[in-house]
Protein backbone atom coordinates (compact mmCIF):
# COMPACT_ATOMS: atom_id res chain seq x y z
CA UNK A 1 0.00 0.00 0.00
CA UNK A 2 0.80 4.00 -0.54
CA UNK A 3 -0.18 6.68 1.20
CA UNK A 4 -0.08 10.34 -0.56
CA UNK A 5 -0.71 13.56 1.32
CA UNK A 6 -0.93 16.59 -0.70
CA UNK A 7 -0.33 19.96 1.11
CA UNK A 8 -0.04 23.60 0.02
CA UNK A 9 -3.32 24.74 -1.35
CA UNK A 10 -4.91 27.81 -0.61
CA UNK A 11 -6.15 30.76 -1.88
CA UNK A 12 -4.09 33.66 -4.21
CA UNK A 13 -4.63 36.03 -6.73
CA UNK A 14 -4.36 35.81 -10.14
CA UNK A 15 -0.88 35.90 -11.48
CA UNK A 16 0.52 34.61 -8.06
CA UNK A 17 2.21 31.87 -7.71
CA UNK A 18 2.09 28.76 -5.23
CA UNK A 19 3.98 25.47 -4.89
CA UNK A 20 1.98 21.72 -3.61
CA UNK A 21 3.55 19.06 -2.08
CA UNK A 22 2.72 15.41 -1.88
CA UNK A 23 4.65 13.36 0.73
CA UNK A 24 4.23 9.70 -0.22
CA UNK A 25 4.82 6.62 2.37
CA UNK A 26 4.29 3.00 2.75
CA UNK A 27 4.98 0.70 -0.17
CA UNK A 28 7.19 3.21 -2.56
CA UNK A 29 9.95 4.06 -3.63
CA UNK A 30 11.94 6.08 -6.71
CA UNK A 31 10.66 3.59 -9.57
CA UNK A 32 6.91 4.91 -9.11
CA UNK A 33 5.45 7.46 -11.19
CA UNK A 34 3.67 10.20 -10.17
CA UNK A 35 1.06 12.67 -11.08
CA UNK A 36 -0.73 15.86 -10.33
CA UNK A 37 -4.61 15.91 -11.29
CA UNK A 38 -7.08 18.55 -10.64
CA UNK A 39 -11.23 18.51 -10.74
CA UNK A 40 -12.79 21.76 -10.98
CA UNK A 41 -16.11 22.30 -9.48
CA UNK A 42 -18.85 20.95 -12.10
CA UNK A 43 -16.10 19.78 -14.49
CA UNK A 44 -13.99 16.35 -14.69
CA UNK A 45 -10.97 14.96 -13.56
CA UNK A 46 -7.63 16.51 -15.45
CA UNK A 47 -4.25 15.24 -15.77
CA UNK A 48 -1.95 18.13 -14.95
CA UNK A 49 1.47 17.06 -15.16
CA UNK A 50 3.41 13.61 -14.61
CA UNK A 51 7.12 12.36 -14.04
CA UNK A 52 8.65 8.92 -14.12
CA UNK A 53 11.47 7.08 -12.49
CA UNK A 54 13.90 8.79 -15.12
CA UNK A 55 13.04 12.46 -14.28
CA UNK A 56 11.08 12.85 -17.52
CA UNK A 57 8.14 14.90 -17.51
CA UNK A 58 5.17 15.51 -18.99
CA UNK A 59 2.05 18.37 -18.64
CA UNK A 60 -1.14 19.21 -19.94
CA UNK A 61 -1.71 21.73 -22.76
CA UNK A 62 -3.10 24.28 -20.30
CA UNK A 63 -0.45 24.75 -17.41
CA UNK A 64 2.53 23.97 -20.60
CA UNK A 65 5.06 27.36 -19.41
CA UNK A 66 3.55 27.54 -15.86
CA UNK A 67 3.42 24.57 -13.92
CA UNK A 68 6.77 22.78 -13.23
CA UNK A 69 6.82 19.07 -11.37
CA UNK A 70 10.17 17.97 -9.36
CA UNK A 71 9.97 15.16 -7.05
CA UNK A 72 12.73 14.21 -4.29
CA UNK A 73 12.95 10.62 -4.06
CA UNK A 74 15.09 11.15 -0.68
CA UNK A 75 12.08 12.46 0.99
CA UNK A 76 9.50 10.91 -1.20
CA UNK A 77 7.59 13.85 -2.02
CA UNK A 78 6.63 15.26 -4.85
CA UNK A 79 6.22 19.13 -5.96
CA UNK A 80 3.92 20.89 -8.02
CA UNK A 81 5.09 24.85 -8.77
CA UNK A 82 2.67 27.09 -9.99
CA UNK A 83 3.27 30.01 -11.97
CA UNK A 84 1.44 32.76 -13.09
CA UNK A 85 -1.92 31.33 -11.82
CA UNK A 86 -5.19 31.71 -13.70
CA UNK A 87 -9.12 31.81 -12.26
CA UNK A 88 -9.52 28.42 -14.41
CA UNK A 89 -6.41 26.89 -12.27
CA UNK A 90 -9.03 27.04 -9.05
CA UNK A 91 -9.42 22.82 -8.34
CA UNK A 92 -9.14 20.41 -5.95
CA UNK A 93 -5.44 18.74 -6.57
CA UNK A 94 -5.10 15.64 -6.75
CA UNK A 95 -1.55 13.28 -6.27
CA UNK A 96 -1.25 10.14 -7.73
CA UNK A 97 1.56 7.31 -7.76
CA UNK A 98 1.94 3.92 -9.41
CA UNK A 99 4.60 1.73 -10.95
CA UNK A 100 4.81 1.77 -14.65
CA UNK A 101 2.33 4.70 -15.57
CA UNK A 102 5.29 6.40 -17.00
CA UNK A 103 4.57 10.06 -17.43
CA UNK A 104 0.42 9.03 -18.46
CA UNK A 105 -1.94 12.10 -17.72
CA UNK A 106 -5.01 9.64 -17.66
CA UNK A 107 -6.24 9.01 -14.11
CA UNK A 108 -6.60 5.32 -15.01
CA UNK A 109 -2.98 4.88 -15.15
CA UNK A 110 -2.50 5.56 -11.16
CA UNK A 111 -3.67 3.07 -8.66
CA UNK A 112 -2.59 5.33 -5.62
CA UNK A 113 -4.69 8.69 -4.62
CA UNK A 114 -4.30 11.26 -1.98
CA UNK A 115 -7.19 12.79 -0.68
CA UNK A 116 -6.19 16.96 -2.30
CA UNK A 117 -5.58 19.95 -1.77
CA UNK A 118 -7.83 23.05 -2.62
CA UNK A 119 -6.61 25.57 -4.85
CA UNK A 120 -8.58 29.26 -5.56
CA UNK A 121 -7.43 31.61 -7.78
CA UNK A 122 -9.32 34.74 -7.91
CA UNK A 123 -9.27 37.42 -10.55
Known amino acids: QVQLVESGGGSVQAGGSLRLSCAASGDTDSTYSMAWFRRAPGKGREGVAAIDSSYKSHYGDSVKGRFTISKDNAKKTLYLQMDMLKPEDTAMYYC?????????????????WGQGTQVTVSS
Open 96 to 112: AADKGAGTSLWAISYKY
